[in-house]
């Protein structure tokens, strides 16, 4: 059986991770047979790769970028939700990232794309956590074409590709309007990239980045080995893309009513493009050859583009974005490299994986030790290569849940989505717009029907059902008990095992004229809080101490509640579960953002003038509050 290749004695392999924002099951044609999209490239090194066909992901975006990072399943001391505009909580700074953990190994390292990790001070940016080396937008989503924060969704057609736009189009944060107000989320390093904003596209900016990031790797002493987590933003909201890409798709073919569907198509060409010019950048370099290049999606296709845009394509999968339905966590997913013995080359594996497996496997190429005693990571690299050895996992949290959220879990075949209060959100497969390809085939599709109810977890033998149609839940109790059970072992561990960081930033004032509540639901140990000014605040916890295998609620309600953080909290064992904010007049506004805004900024949760990072962002014409 082949063993473990590596490169020759003495070198390490270069390691490219590319990270597809928003990718559907059928957006590449190498993970379905969706004939409509052009992407050559990754097509063509899919089927000389592997395919993984059950590799999985949390169901929406920075989540999953932690876990990818840091190595731990969403919940087991990373969040399970995707954190606020420069909000001040961030994975712990003592676990060390993939980035650093390369380093260590003597990687040069170097990120492009997308971050999504929050940015609230230096220490949290792509630099401050090991990239030698950074061009990023640091939010979760932004205009493709102008690098603008916040753009939304509903851009005048028919202009959708071919010029860009005063970005946001009805987005005014801060007062101003970008790009010639500010408001620009583009960073080089440490630093706004003042210039290069609106310069060129993200697909050829990215290109670009990586082309230079690999000649500064080949002038650099003795050539260190190199790694780059390109994250792409394409094919994530605003329906945007360059002409040299929309023009591969026949205009003939899209009337007005569906013109959005070319530009989405070209997306997925954009990506295409960006991927295959960093392998063209490593392969002039005379570096592909000793590279493993792994291509996923963050998570499954979305819904959100908003119409006319159609959604996503997961067929056949059932469910989307936000959901733990196999469209959406379940990705499309491939490895490839010139280090593949030729007997698993252009081969797929079902073998089960997490996307947190990732930093394991990166590690052992590298030949540095994993240091995080409770990583969720396991080496997936000897059964890449060899199929009949045995497989690192039967068994995998996919998420741990918790107050406000639910968890996942599979065993072997068998998968068990836990309920979280809701019906498991977009259960159907609502993702299949009209016009989505391919087409979803006529009368195949059950009535969009919730599974189980608020209180009853759905259940599924993927074996037998892949499309998940038929919940076992209640035909299947024993099944579904053991289960049940074996998923609250895991998630209890993994709710004890911590990662984030645990203290408060700073004071919160939650309804300084009016009513109002906060909820704080954390897991910890040595934890104390102090309550001021508060008629009616209520511990569901004596006295608000803590345990080591406790969790405490806080629940207050009143005006002019104050809360801050006196105590000291372990690192290694402290995870926020939930912290949200209720103020009369304003609805729900879930966040960590420290509560320096006005009620305005409260009822939004948007940067207004006046407030400190729009006094920076107005400086420097980017947003970050230490630009």
């Known amino acids: 059986a082949p063993v473990a290749a590596l490169p020759a004695a003495g070198t390490k392999p270069h390691i490219v991770y590319a990270l597809v924002d928003d990718l559907g099951w059928n957006g590449l044609s190498f993970s379905s047979n969706n004939s409509e999209v052009k992407t050559p490239r ?25 876990a990818l990072m ?12 995707n954190p606020g505009f420069a909000n001040e909580v961030g994975v712990d700074l003592k676990l060390e990232l993939m980035p650093a953990l390369l380093q260590r190994a003597g990687y040069y390292t170097a990120h492009i794309g997308k971050w999504h990790l929050v940015f609230f001070a230096q220490a949290y940016t792509p630099k401050g956590r090991g990239f030698n080396t950074s061009l990023a937008f640091l939010g979760g989503g932004e205009d493709h074409l102008t690098q603008c924060h916040g753009c939304e969704n509903s851009i005048p057609s028919p202009d959708w590709a071919t010029k860009p736009f005063p970005c946001p189009a009805h987005y005014s944060p801060c007062g101003v309007v970008c790009p010639n107000g500010g408001g620009v989320d583009l960073y080089r390093d440490d630093h706004p990239a003042v210039g290069e904003n609106g ?5 050829l900016l990215y290109a670009q980045e990586f082309s230079r990031v690999v000649k500064a790797a080949v002038a650099a002493p003795n050539t260190p080995p190199l790694f780059v987590y390109l994250a792409l933003h394409d094919v994530h909201q605003p329906v945007e893309a360059p002409m040299q890409f929309v023009s591969l798709y026949n205009e003939s073919n899209y009337n007005q009513s569906i013109e959005a569907r070319r530009v989405y198509n070209g997306m997925h060409s954009g990506a295409d493009y960006t991927i295959g010019s960093a392998v063209d950048a490593l392969t002039a370099a005379g570096m592909w050859q000793t590279t493993v290049l792994v291509v996923s999606s963050d998570n499954g296709g979305t819904f959100e583009h908003g119409l006319p845009v159609p ?16 469209g959406g966590c379940r990705v499309a997913t491939f490895v490839s490299s010139l280090l593949l013995p030729q007997s698993v080359a252009g081969t797929s594996t079902s073998m ?13 190429l590298a030949g540095v030790t994993v240091d995080d005693p409770h990583t969720d990571s396991l080496n997936l690299w000897p059964s890449l290569l060899d199929p009949t050895a045995p497989a690192p996992r039967t068994e995998m949290l996919i998420g741990v849940g918790g107050s406000g959220f639910n968890g996942a879990y599979r065993n ?14 977009a259960d159907g497969w609502s993702a299949q717009y009209p016009g989505s390809s391919p087409v979803v085939p006529p009368n195949s599709v059950p009535p969009d029907v919730r599974c189980g109810t608020t209180t009853t977890p759905c259940l599924f033998d993927l074996a037998r059902d892949p499309e998940e149609r038929v919940n076992l839940a209640t035909t299947e109790p024993a099944l579904l ?20 960081n645990c203290t408060l930033p700073g004071e919160w004032k939650i309804g300084a004229d009016g009513g109002g509540t906060v909820v704080l639901s954390l897991q910890a140990e040595n ?41 000291q909290f372990s690192a290694e064992r402290c995870t926020i579960v939930w912290l949200s904010h209720n103020v009369t007049g304003f609805g729900a506004w879930p966040t960590f953002f420290k509560v320096q805004p006005n009620a305005s900024q409260l009822a939004s949760g948007t940067p207004q003038a006046g407030s400190p990072l729009c006094t920076k962002m107005l400086e420097t014409g980017h947003y970050a509050p230490w630009t």
């Open 352 to 364: 089960l994986a997490g996307i947190f497996d990732w930093y394991s496997t990166f590690a052992f």
């Open 527 to 567: 934890v104390s809080l102090t309550v001021d000014s508060c008629p009616n605040c209520r511990f569901t916890h004596a006295a608000g101490q803590l345990d080591a295998s406790g969790s405490l609620s806080l629940v207050a309600a009143g005006k002019g509640v104050w809360i801050r953080e006196v105590g």
């Open 42 to 66: 990754t097509d063509a090194l899919a089927k000389a790769g592997i395919i993984m066909t059950a590799h999985y992901t949390y169901k929406f975006c920075s989540p999953t970028r932690a």
């Open 481 to 500: 008990a053991s289960m049940k059970s074996r998923y609250l072992e895991l998630a209890r561990a993994a709710s004890g095992g911590g990662g984030m």
């Open 412 to 425: 072997g075949s068998i998968k068990l989505i836990m309920p979280n209060g809701n019906s498991e959100a």
């Open 70 to 81: 840091a190595g731990r399943v969403p919940g087991h001391g990373i969040w399970e939700t």
């Open 199 to 203: 310069t060129l596209p993200n697909p």
């Open 311 to 326: 959604g996503s394509s997961n067929w056949p999968l059932r469910g989307h974005k936000y959901s733990y339905f196999e």
